[in-house]
């Protein structure tokens, strides 16, 4: 347990290191703020649509679903560059356990991306783009809660990727599949709302949708959700369970594979 | 032709084309990963107008010719200017000193040595976003209108070239640009796939004359789609994408001249 | 370029300066050095001045961080003065980057001037047009060096393939394909197995007296100074120590000589040769011993076969420029003339 722990603390002391990457991330992520805000102001009426969503509550999506997104660390290297230099296999004769190695290091980037720029992004756009947010507590609990349970799926989605660098030499095509498909399907841009029913409940069966749409739509607009709370966090296990599966497998099989072809 | 083959430019350039050769696989790569990315653009776009039609009195073809024209843009940048993007590599390898010891102009060196045929991956999607601006919205491709699709694409090359430069020359002053250029980067491409007007004023300024990519597709669009130029800040800004092109193109080379003459006196 | 100048470097008063950040101790420091630092001057070169004329191998040699480095980014037009002027075939190398270029080479050691992905060819002809050689005088120039430094056997190999000794012969063609008058090396034996230095430092040599090539060499190998040298500069701490003859500094700071002694049985000599430094002691048969430069050998015959000893073989080890520079670099004071 300790050296998780232990792994925690360095993957956030490393994160501080990199000052001048911490300044243009949050540029960066302003600037994607500010766009989509930009957008929805220009083609939301005032008067909203679709049973109330307005501009300001756009306004506050694009903020809120971007700051969960910045919160998930980026570690797509760790485990395929171990196993393209072969170091894995002596991780893989050390008293612990890779897949969760990787938890703690993403855990370690996430919680200084929450603290350092999670919390002053959020502070900025409240005074810069006047986003209003209204909770109840335990509105802001239920948040809280999917936001831990999509952290998980985004994990396992990340593990498995990570996997797959046991099978192929080039992983980054898969990296950039899911990038896009995240980009389109997860909600951190465009709301499941204004999706044709059709395409929505396609989505609804990928992970995807739990990533991002359904902890912010919590907290924006706890009473007009798609699914009530309640099946959403059924739907939550069901999706954890099925990506614990498959990674587990993936990974394992993955293992197998390794001293076979000789690393 | 062999007057063209013995310039040392033209030759350090096929040399470039032939060494890549060698490295075919990151060609496939470059063009999934650019295909990935635009393909998620399109999709969010695609889902905004089947909401809402239009955004902000730009419909689908509209959009669609945006693109084309940002995509063009940014096919000819990076197989020219690659060199720039990876300069503080090239810098800190010590590879600019052997580039000062040869007598030829530094930047047609860096340039040419690192001329990148990959870029011609965004020009086969700007291609395909062309054909399917055609297949949306009519336009009169007569001989004007071709002429200026090329003007408008190599005024804006030189937009996103020139800023390449600029960057670039910020290793003469500091050891690393990464971050900065991945911001420029960034920014250059992301608020160029929307129209201008969506943004508030300041930032229309901004765009328009503090970092000015608003030429690249922005202002050309007016002209191809016959759009009412009355809501921009002035009419003629539809045909200013050469001469800011042209303008920019001479501040980096100065800021580089710059650069190289501070790089003489403090050495790396 | 004026005819009188080719091939010669003129340096009149040369300094550079570079101006070095002091940081400070500490968090607080770090966030103070942020906003504002202090810097303090390093004179890398510190008025230096000598002139070489054309044909002449000038060794050019300094502990690390001396300035020689600097110096050399100076003559090649890579770094500016901050005062001082210098001539290199009669222009300013910075300021007449494209000219002066033409006319001379250089070679790294360290970082090699041909295409690595390319076949060797590939590297000669490209250099034949970005120097505008005439092809005629290409052909010949190119066949004499493959000739000379043996690249027949893998002109047709990727430079990336080749190994170190076949790619530093390479550089080195490279670097005179057109035809300069002036050569700039540095470090070009480093790491090279003995057969391929031989090679690199007689073409040189051959080069030099053929061409007239000026010959600017900085190294830390004393071999290739004592093969190739005729003139030795040694810079330390920007400044110049010594500039003239290399034997001449040999024999004028030459202060001991080192005797080799191989006595035909055990003899033990130790406490009686004062006087004399023992270096070497093995078996009490063979001995290295240093005395001073004016001892005469018979002096030390004498004394040994007093000892008992009975000397089989004696050999007189001359002074090796590797002593004297140890002693300069040690920071001894010598003086210098």
């Known amino acids: 347990m300790k050296i998780y722990l232990k792994y925690i603390s360095l993957s956030f002391q490393k994160a501080i290191t990199y000052r001048i990457e911490y300044f243009t991330s949050i540029l960066n992520a302003l600037l994607y703020i500010f766009i ?80 350092a720029r999670g919390i002053p992004l959020l502070i900025f756009c409240i005074f810069f783009f006047n986003i209003k ?86 907290l924006l607009r706890p009473n007009q959700l798609l699914i009530n709370y309640n099946e959403l966090l059924l739907n939550y296990f069901i999706n954890i369970v099925i990506l614990f599966i498959i990674s587990s497998l993936i990974y394992r099989m993955g293992i197998r594979k390794l001293p076979i072809a000789g690393g | ?153 190599i005024g804006g090359s030189l937009i996103l070239g020139s800023i390449r430069i600029m960057v670039a020359s910020v290793c003469f002053y500091a050891i690393s640009n990464e971050s900065l250029q991945h911001l420029i980067v960034f920014s250059s491409r992301e608020f160029l796939m929307y129209p201008l007007n969506i943004y508030t004023r300041t930032v229309q300024i901004f765009l328009t004359f503090i970092f000015p990519i608003a030429f690249i597709n922005y202002y050309p669009s007016y002209y191809f789609l016959n759009k009412d130029p009355s809501m921009i800040f002035h009419p003629y800004l539809i045909y200013g994408t050469l001469p800011m092109g042209i303008f920019l193109f001479f501040i980096a080379i100065f800021l580089w001249r710059l650069g190289e003459r501070y790089y003489g006196s403090t050495g790396s | 370029m004026d005819d009188q100048y080719s091939g010669t470097i003129i340096v009149e008063n040369l300094s550079k300066v570079f101006y070095i950040r002091k940081r400070k101790q500490g968090f607080l420091g770090s966030i103070l050095s942020l906003i504002y630092a202090e810097k303090y001057p390093i004179y890398a070169v510190d008025n230096i001045s000598f002139r070489i004329q054309k044909g002449e191998i000038v060794g050019y040699l300094g502990p690390n961080g ?46 090699t001037q041909l295409w690595w992905d390319l076949p060797l060819y590939e590297s000669f002809d490209l250099l ?54 002036i050569l700039f090396l540095d470090e070009p034996t480093i790491g090279l197995d003995i057969l391929t230095k031989d090679v690199v430092r007689k073409t040189i040599k051959q080069l030099n007296q053929q061409k007239k090539i000026t010959v600017i060499l900085t190294t830390h190998d004393l071999e290739d100074i004592e093969f190739l040298v005729d003139r030795l500069i040694l810079i330390d701490k920007g400044k110049i120590r010594y500039d003239g003859d290399l034997n ?90």
């Open chain 1, 36 to 115: 989509f805000i930009s957008i929805w102001k220009a083609i939301i009426p005032e008067e909203g649509i679709d049973n109330g969503i307005t501009p300001e509550i756009m306004t506050s999506y694009a903020v809120l679903s971007t700051l969960i997104k910045a919160t998930f660390a980026r570690s797509q290297g760790f485990i395929s560059s171990k196993v393209r230099t072969g170091e894995i296999a002596v991780d893989l004769m050390k008293p612990y356990s890779i897949p969760l190695l990787y938890l703690s290091d993403i855990i370690g980037q996430s919680l200084f991306q929450l603290l």
């Open chain 1, 133 to 218: 947010i209204e909770v109840e507590l335990i509105q802001f609990i239920k948040f809280i809660n999917l936001y831990f349970l999509s952290f998980i799926i985004y994990y396992l989605i990340s593990l498995f990727i990570s996997s797959l660098s046991f099978y192929f030499v080039e992983v980054f095509p898969f990296w950039i599949l899911y990038f896009a498909l995240v980009t389109f399907m997860s909600g951190a841009i465009i709301p499941l709302d204004f999706f044709p029913e059709f395409l929505k409940n396609i989505i609804l069966f990928t992970p995807f949708p739990y990533l991002f749409y359904f902890p912010t739509m919590v």
């Open chain 2, 1 to 153: 032709m062999k007057i063209f083959l013995e310039n040392p430019y033209i030759r350090l350039i096929i040399s470039s084309i032939q060494s890549k050769m060698e490295y075919r696989g990151t060609f496939l790569i470059f063009l999934l990963t650019i295909l990935g990315f635009y393909l998620s653009q399109v999709a969010v776009i695609a889902l905004m107008l089947y909401k809402f039609k239009t955004i902000k009195g730009w419909n689908a073809g509209e959009l669609a010719m945006l693109y084309t024209l940002l995509i063009f843009s940014m096919g000819v940048v990076s197989t020219i200017f690659s060199g720039m993007i990876d300069f503080s590599d090239f810098i800190r390898k010590g590879d600019y000193d052997r580039v000062l010891l040869r007598p030829l102009s530094t930047i047609g060196q860096i340039l040419s040595i690192n001329f990148d045929l990959t870029g011609l991956a965004h020009l086969s999607l700007g291609f395909v976003a062309l054909v399917i601006t055609n297949h949306l919205i009519h336009i009169n491709w007569n001989f004007a209108n071709i002429f200026y699709f090329i003007i408008t694409i």
């Open chain 3, 66 to 111: 001396a300035g020689k480095s600097t110096t050399i980014k100076m003559l090649t037009g890579i770094l500016m003065p901050t005062s001082g002027r210098i001539l290199v075939n009669g222009l300013e190398p910075f300021s007449n980057r494209k000219v002066v270029t033409k006319n001379i080479g250089v070679v790294f050691g360290q970082r």
């Open chain 3, 128 to 181: 034949r047009i970005i120097y505008k050689i005439d092809f005629k005088e290409f052909k010949k120039r190119l066949d004499e060096y493959i000739e000379l430094l043996g690249l027949e056997s893998f002109l047709n190999q990727q430079v990336r393939k080749l190994s170190l000794g076949q790619r530093m012969r390479a550089d080195l063609a490279a670097s005179l394909i057109h035809n300069p008058n």
């Open chain 3, 248 to 337: 001449q500094f040999i024999h004028q700071y030459q202060k001991s000589k080192r005797i080799l002694i191989h006595l035909e049985e055990e003899v033990k000599l130790e406490n009686s040769l004062n006087g004399y430094k023992i270096l070497k002691n093995d078996m009490n048969r063979f001995f290295e011993i240093e005395v001073p430069m004016d001892e005469s050998v018979a002096n030390i015959i004498n004394k040994i076969q007093t000892m008992g000893g009975r000397i089989q073989d004696i050999t007189v080890k001359k002074q090796e420029l590797a002593d004297t520079l140890k002693e300069i670099y040690k920071g001894k004071e010598i003086e210098l003339s």
